[in-house]
């Protein structure tokens, strides 16, 4: 069983940068797949960013490339989304989620683990 807890969210005004955190439980933390979900109000849960259990290989969503940036410390067990250049559209709760095997890393359908998510609220 993997407990996933996400931390780092908050108000921020346009243009500003957060960067969320997601500390895992377990000892087996490389071996996991990790993702970062949103959901807006009224919307479906989107994809975010992933990022291969080594850390070399990471995804993007096409609306966050450029500006957000996934990253993971294996000695800590944590994943990372820092987030900078932020747009009122990045509004949303952000859920970390995890899996030891995917085959659409955009799916979150292919995720076994989530945490409870965090708020990310940026105003114009």
């Known amino acids: 069983q993997v407990q996933l807890i996400e931390s780092g969210g908050g108000l921020v005004q346009a243009g500003g940068s957060l960067r969320l955190s997601c500390a895992a439980s377990?000892?087996?933390?490389?071996?996991?797949?990790m993702g970062w979900f949103r959901q807006a109000p009224g919307k479906e849960r989107e994809f975010v960013a992933a990022?291969?259990?080594?850390?070399?290989?990471?995804y993007y969503a096409d609306s966050v490339k450029g500006r957000f940036t996934i990253s993971r410390g294996n000695a800590k067990n944590t994943v990372y989304l820092q987030m900078n250049s932020l747009k009122v559209e990045d509004t949303a709760v952000y859920y970390c989620?995890?899996?030891?095997?995917?085959?659409?890393?955009?799916?979150?359908?292919?995720?076994?683990?989530w945490g409870q998510g965090t708020q990310v609220t940026v105003s114009s």
């Open positions: 989620a995890a899996s030891y095997s995917l085959r659409d890393v955009r799916s979150y359908h292919e995720y076994n683990y």
């Open positions: 990022i291969s259990g080594s850390g070399g290989t990471t």
């Open positions: 377990g000892r087996t933390f490389n071996n996991l797949a």
